[in-house]
T-cell receptor
């Protein structure tokens, strides 16, 4: 079965410092992985996706993620946090069955201190 | 190109009433997914529909919940005889084809049952 585990429910950083949001996946074959961001009372926005091309994936707003098969990880990073990055972040795997539905992690709430 | 549209954005129902949530996919998209987000949790898959067909409803509660995507008009998620536990945010996503790597999310409908 495919699943994702987000290792931290909350992450707090100071503005201008690096961001690391951790995600591990479980899959019996090469997965399609995504990071989505959800600002308070808003919908979901796709940050980036991994679809078996380059292992280092660049997304919007300066975020990137690296797919590491040996570690079954897909951690999200950003060199310098901005106040506007405060939000909920979801690591997501896409099922490779006939529906291709998305399986969401439990989410990591990112707090950015001034 | 307008994004995925959902209405209403907020819906308040008393216990025992019916809730009808509507989703208009992006133009040219014929695949619709419904997800539910309970408070402080990630999104959970409910149902996947194509025009006039339910393809995968493995995430739908067995009773009171139904979904449709008619040939004309929006997709409808219907909840009969709502209970407090149905209070959640319901998100719709659409994609142009089932194997598309991206699902585009609407802003969600926040259902409150009093």
């Amino acid at each position: 079965a495919q699943s994702v585990t987000q290792l931290d429910s909350h992450v707090s950083v100071s503005e201008g410092t690096p961001v690391l949001l951790r995600c591990n996946y479980s899959s019996s074959y090469s997965p399609s992985l995504f990071w989505y961001v959800q600002h308070p009372n808003k919908g979901l926005q796709l940050l980036l996706k991994y679809t078996s091309a380059a292992t280092l994936v660049k997304g919007i707003n300066g975020f990137e993620a690296e797919f590491k098969k040996s570690e079954t990880s897909f951690h999200l990073t950003k060199p310098s946090a901005h106040m506007s990055d405060a939000a909920e972040y979801f690591c997501v795997v896409r099922l490779m069955d006939s529906s291709y539905k998305l399986i969401f992690g439990s989410g990591t709430r990112l707090l950015v201190r001034p | 190109n307008a994004g995925v549209m959902q209405n209403p954005r907020h819906l308040v129902r008393r216990r025992g009433q019916e809730a009808r949530l509507r989703c208009s996919p992006m133009k040219g998209h014929s695949h619709v997914y419904w997800y539910r987000q309970l408070p402080e949790e990630g999104l959970k898959f409910m149902v996947y529909l194509q025009k006039e067909n339910i393809i995968d409803e493995s995430g739908m509660p067995k009773e009171r919940f139904s979904a449709e995507f008619p040939k004309e008009g929006p997709s409808i998620l219907r909840i009969q005889q709502v209970v407090r536990g149905d209070s959640a945010a319901y998100f719709c996503a659409s994609s142009p084809e089932v194997s598309s790597y991206e699902q585009y999310f609407g802003p969600g409908t926040r259902l409150t049952v009093t």
